[in-house]
């Protein structure tokens, strides 16, 4: 398995002013994945990381199935195998890197984020146009984040339609955005392969 290694966070290429695309944010993703898949027989009650379940879209009538998603809570982390925690906080890690360098470009207080969470994408499962967060009270939405694990996969793409911005990650590198409009992202349909994402939400609660 290895050590976890140093992150380290180079200078993004930024799109549309406010879209920052980290490269290389972490070492040999491959075996993050690996991982993910080996380890996930083996996963008990109150590892930090949940075993696969079915990613189905909220809020409609008809189920529709995106693939897989796995839930995280780092309170458990004392308790979980080296190897669960290993995943973890090689994603953790890098995802705080690139959230603290997005938030002192952009001069936002930076906090933990709000949730980390994994999932895959299976061939034909995409998302239309959405923003994170649609005005919620009580809560000021400061950015997203999406790490990408993998890129042997076809199509797949994140697209911002109202920026005319679309990009093809590749694997280790993390994207993050603001999390309202008009930063509408779609991901685009999978036609090939299997595309694993880790996805973070930076959420400030107001009193």
Not at 48 to 54: M, S, V
Not at 153 to 162: A, K, M, S, T, V
Request: hydrophobic residues 35%; proline residues 7%; aromatic residues 12%.
């Amino acid at each position: 398995m290895g050590k976890r290694k140093q992150v380290r966070i180079v200078s993004p290429e930024v799109f549309a002013e406010r879209i920052c695309y980290y490269e290389q944010a972490i070492p040999n993703p491959k075996n993050i994945v690996e991982l993910l898949e080996t380890s996930n027989s083996q996963l008990k009650n109150g590892d930090l990381i949940d075993p696969w379940r079915e990613w189905v879209a909220s809020g409609t009538e008809e189920k529709q199935i995106f693939g897989h998603q796995k839930y995280t809570d780092e309170a458990k982390l004392s308790k979980s195998s080296e190897v669960v925690s290993f995943i973890y906080t090689t994603i953790k890690s890098a995802l705080d890197a690139a959230g603290k360098d997005y938030a002192q470009r952009f001069n936002i207080e930076y906090i933990e984020p709000e949730s980390i969470g994994i999932s895959k994408y299976r061939v034909g499962a995409a998302m239309g146009p959405h923003v994170d967060y649609y005005g919620e009270p009580n809560i000021e939405p400061l950015m997203s984040a999406v790490m990408y694990l993998n890129d042997d996969y076809e199509g797949g793409e994140l697209r911002f339609p109202d920026q005319d911005v679309t990009i093809k990650p590749s694997a280790g590198s993390i994207l993050v955005f603001p999390s309202v409009p008009p930063f509408y992202h779609e991901p685009l349909p999978v036609t090939f392969g299997t595309k694993y994402i880790s996805a973070a939400f930076w959420i400030k609660k107001l009193k």
